[in-house]
Nanobody, 133 residues
Framework: QLVLVESGGGLVQPGGSLRLSCAASGFTLDYYAIGWFRQAPGKEREGVSCISSSSSDTMYTDSVKGRFTISRDNAKNTVYLQMNSLKPEDTAVYYC??????????????????????????WGQGTQVTVSS
């Protein structure tokens, strides 16, 4: 059974940092692109970041560029999302997901198709991130 488990969420003050982890069991992440998504109450799910299997390509939605960093340790079968300079608008449930059809983050030109989430097959249960003073 393919399972992804997120951890590392919590309550943090504006300007603070958190590191989310996405650990896989039942399969190896080595060959797949992995995405981080988030969903705030009353809002649609948003693609936050994506990393290719080799880590050669990383992509970010504009609102987190320069603040978030995605990385992966295939030996640990884990993907990370380092979040710095957090803002209240970053508050959401964060999910990781695996695209088991490809090793790269699906995009067409400058269009981040991966951000739609529809090509990701395995999803974690989510971890809550709350940014508040």
């Amino acid at each position: 059974q393919l399972v992804l488990v997120e951890s590392g969420g919590g309550l943090v003050q504006p300007g603070g940092s958190l590191r989310l982890s996405c650990a896989a069991s039942g399969f190896t992440l080595d060959y797949y692109a992995i995405g981080w998504f988030r969903q705030a109450p009353g809002k649609e799910r948003e693609g936050v970041s994506c990393i290719s299997s080799s880590s050669s390509d990383t992509m970010y939605t504009d609102s987190v560029k320069g603040r978030f960093t995605i990385s992966r340790d295939n030996a640990k079968n884990t993907v990370y999302l380092q979040m710095n300079s957090l803002k209240p608008e970053d508050t959401a449930v964060y999910y990781c997901a695996a695209d088991q059809s490809r090793s790269t983050c699906l995009s067409v030109g400058n269009n981040y198709v991966w951000a739609l989430g529809s090509n990701f097959h395995s999803w974690g249960q989510g971890t809550q991130v709350t940014v508040s003073s």
